[in-house]
């Protein structure tokens, strides 16, 4: 099975490391000296759920599938945000479900759902616990008890169309056991957001995830062709063709809906011929305007590599910082990433590298290119060694039309820079980029503060009404769970949220799934 996450921190325990001395200087800097704090487990209460309750949920899937213990419960609390983070670490699991539920085929989850109506229990579905917007933080009140209903089981490649160039996965794969089992095959799905190494096939379709290779390959709810999702009412099939005009494409209905719909239990994916050829590199820009004036011109000239990243001056300056050697000068500017994967790069990166030369980029290699690449997965887990010394570390992003890109970069900068107050580090880069507009991506660091959550939820907000003020979207692939539901209603409008409820009400008349999160 899959490697677990720490239950008050990111990721593995054993790829957990200090903060590397060139990141410890700039911290003291910034924030002032620091100590590393010791996080203590807390025992949780007893299971909620009675035995009559427990003993008709072993009778469907067996002892061995559903576990009471501590442990297993709280690796089961809550996402990876700042505020999980926060919580977990000052010994707050009250979230914890009641039992953690191990089905093992789509009938194992069609009978726990039964179940589940008839006990009047809620369901969280669970796949890599890697949501960093509450998604996984049900409301209680009103139930009977909370389970979560954990994928972990349904891990297999299904099937794959060598003809047609799809695969159909169960939910519970992780990113790298997905890549595994397709490369058998010749195959990778090639969709590689910074949760990769535990994020599940389940929660990229249930969240419209977005991976690093987004330029070249797509988001993950472009890849989907096809879906198996059983709801309280029974099950919601399609994908019978790449593309039809059959009325709405239900497929949208469960991308998107976190589990509040119904559970996905198969996932059809377009997938491709494994890269023959990568190359990554870095350029740079005067600026963050002028860089993505060029990565305007390459989208919209339909000349995009496969990843394509640009960071602000900020960002630049203190990535820079860390990996030039001590009395060397750092490039000015803005630093873009570029990287291509595939049977032919070297006609596609020539035709890049002429036109970001005309637009002003200057080439500087490889080396930093492919230290991105070594690094690509590696923020989280410095998130937590920044929380160690004292530094509240959090990320948000968004999306929106090139001609309003300049405006909503200034106000949700303002923003987090005026809530968090003097001394705030606020960092951005372009992470998507489409011919129409991009994903603005921001990292905020400030000192903790006496109340690290309430400053942080503070600030939060005020970004967010940045955000939909601005005319941009909530979210461009983090998803809303709960921290982004407020903002949601103001994004969609009350027809919209009509819509929502309504299918709401049709496949889970009883309310069952995933309560509170996502639905306004």
């Known amino acids: 099975m899959s490697q677990e996450m720490h239950p008050q921190r990111w990721g593995s325990p054993s790829h957990a490391a200090p903060l590397p001395e060139s990141t410890q200087g700039l911290v003291e800097f910034a924030f002032g000296a620091f100590s590393t704090p010791a996080l203590d487990m807390v025992t949780l209460p007893d299971s909620g759920l009675d035995e009559g309750a427990l003993a008709g949920l072993r009778g469907l899937l067996g002892a061995e599938n559903v576990l009471t213990d501590d442990e297993t419960r709280r690796l089961r609390t809550r996402g990876k945000s700042t505020p999980d983070l926060l919580k977990a670490r000052t010994g707050d699991l009250s979230d914890a479900p009641d039992a953690v539920v191990r089905p093992g085929s789509h009938d194992d989850v069609v009978k726990v759902l039964a179940w589940a109506v008839e006990q009047h229990v809620a369901v969280v579905p669970f796949g890599g616990g890697t949501s960093v917007t509450g998604g996984l933080v049900a ?3 009103g139930y009977a008890g909370l389970i979560s209903l954990d994928l972990i089981r349904l891990n297999q490649l299904l099937s794959v169309d060598p003809i047609s160039m799809t695969a159909t996965l169960q939910p519970g794969m992780r990113g790298p056991e997905a890549e595994a089992a397709l490369a058998q095959h010749g195959m990778t799905l090639g969709h590689f957001p910074q949760s990769f190494e535990f994020a ?15 330029a070249g390959f797509g988001r993950f709810d472009q890849m989907v062709v096809g879906l198996r999702m059983a709801t309280p009412i029974g099950d919601l099939i399609s994908g019978s063709s790449p593309l039809n005009a059959a009325g709405p494409d239900l497929r949208q209905v469960a991308m998107g809906s976190e589990g509040t719909f119904g559970v996905i239990t198969e996932v059809t994916v ?10 990554y590199e870095a350029w740079r820009f005067d600026s963050f ?3 993505q004036d060029a990565m305007r011109h390459l989208a919209q000239n339909q000349i995009l590599p496969t990843i394509i990243r640009l960071s602000d001056e900020t960002e630049t300056a203190l990535n820079l910082a860390s990996q030039t050697a001590v009395g060397a000068e750092a490039p000015s ?11 032919s790069i070297d006609n596609k990166r020539a035709v890049v590298t002429r036109a970001l030369t005309a637009l002003g980029g200057t080439s500087l290699g490889e080396e930093r290119g492919k230290t991105w690449l070594e690094g690509r997965f590696h923020a989280p ?6 929380l160690d010394s004292g530094v509240l570390v959090e990320t948000l992003e968004t999306a929106t039309f090139w001609s309003n890109t300049d405006r909503l970069y200034s106000s949700v900068k303002t923003a987090l820079g005026t809530s968090l107050g003097e001394g705030a580090l606020v960092l951005c880069h372009v992470s998507h980029v489409y011919e129409t507009g991009c994903s603005l991506y921001f990292t905020v660091a400030a000192k903790q503060g006496d109340n690290p959550l309430e400053r942080w939820l503070a600030a939060k907000a005020a970004a967010s009404d940045a955000m939909i003020e601005s005319g941009a979207t909530i979210t461009h692939h983090h998803a809303v769970g709960t921290d982004h539901k407020a903002w949601l209603e103001r994004e969609i409008g009350p027809v919209g949220v009509a819509i929502l409820r309504g299918i709401k009400a049709a496949v889970d008349p009883t309310g069952i799934l995933n309560p509170g999160v996502l639905i306004p």
């Open 139 to 141: 409301r209680r009140d």
């Open 200 to 214: 599940s096939i389940g929660g990229f379709a249930a969240t419209r995830s977005s991976g690093q290779n987004s």
């Open 270 to 279: 377009r997938v491709r011929a494994i890269a023959t050829g990568t190359a």
């Open 289 to 291: 305007s002028s860089g």
């Open 333 to 343: 500017g803005c630093l873009m990433i570029v990287g291509y994967e595939g049977a």
């Open 381 to 386: 887990y410095l998130r937590d060694s920044m």
